[in-house]
């Protein structure tokens, strides 16, 4: 409002339409661009209540949403979702309105796309409208859990490995619920292949049932962890059952074959120091 004729004159305005401005119309155009063109499913959505989470409606999804969620259009997300995914999605959207502090949740597994894990993101847009971005991370997940499962287990015999072992002994020095008991067993002059010692394996998990951790070690050399030991008898009688079971010829393809096995133990009620535990039973060697 101006005016140059004192204050007790009416004010006189202008109206100016912004839009016309080539720079924002050439902004706007891009933006529209890169979210039709964006490998990434995304929603614009708004709030009819600023009050209400339910009133949300989706005023525009690109390509690659419509792909994700089999819908060339959609109006609400209760086409789609399920309640309790539609409540989330709707709580979240209300929070980032109000708030305008972006929100994420990562690795949703829903019901409504079982085969997917999604990355999920909410903002705010500038005009108060608010976009969800889903990214389909199933495949990188896949990947993920394939290294891990190189990092943590044997993959000639898929038993658990020694990085394993120590990350179960953390755990179990932080829970410190009851003593614990290792047993390390070692193939003394026998051939490490794998039907032998998955065969030792199987029968190490035959006399102790309730341990809680059977891992190889090396080419010829596994261990057990006892973490319901009563005392270190217990040990001591686990250690000779251990060594006469092994003492028992092995069927492979048909063939008696009779394995040298050296067992040792060690055990920490404690348990400060799991690389410690892990010595002494290799030292009891």
Do not use: W
Not at 71 to 90: N, Y
Not at 197 to 206: D, Q
Not at 248 to 260: K, L, N, R, T, Y
Request: aromatic share 2%.
């Amino acid at each position: 409002g101006v005016t140059v004729r004192g204050i007790s004159q009416p004010l006189t305005y202008s109206l100016v339409d912004v839009t016309r401005d080539a720079a924002a119309r050439t902004a706007r155009v891009r933006a529209a661009e890169m979210i039709d063109g964006s490998d990434s499913a995304m929603l614009v959505m708004s709030l009819v209540d600023l009050s209400d989470p339910a009133s949300l409606i989706v005023e525009d999804l690109n390509p690659a949403a419509a792909r994700l969620l089999r819908r060339d259009s959609l109006v609400t997300l209760d086409e789609v979702f399920s309640d309790d995914t539609r409540q989330l999605l709707h709580n979240a959207a209300f929070d980032v309105a109000h708030t305008g502090e972006n929100l994420a949740f990562a690795r949703l597994n829903l019901g409504e796309l079982p085969d997917l894990l999604l990355d999920v993101r909410l903002s705010r847009l500038a005009d108060g409208t608010i976009s969800m971005r889903i990214d389909d991370v199933s495949l990188q997940a896949s990947i993920e859990a394939r290294l891990r499962d190189r990092a943590l287990y044997d993959q000639r015999t898929g038993l658990p490995n020694l990085a394993c072992l120590e990350d179960h002994l953390a755990d179990l020095a932080h829970r410190g619920d009851s003593p614990i008991g290792l047993l390390v067993v070692e193939l003394a002059g026998s051939p490490g292949d794998r039907p032998v010692v998955s065969k030792v394996a199987e029968r190490l998990g035959e006399l102790a049932p309730s341990a809680s951790l059977l891992a190889r070690l090396s080419e010829q050399r596994l261990a057990l962890v006892a973490d319901s030991l009563t005392g270190e008898e217990e040990l001591a009688v686990l250690t000779q059952s251990a060594t006469a079971a092994l003492a028992v010829p092995f069927d492979i393809g048909g063939e008696a074959v009779s394995v040298q096995a050296v067992v040792g133990a060690a055990s920490n009620t404690t348990l400060d120091a799991p690389a410690t535990l892990l010595r002494d039973a290799e030292d009891a060697l």
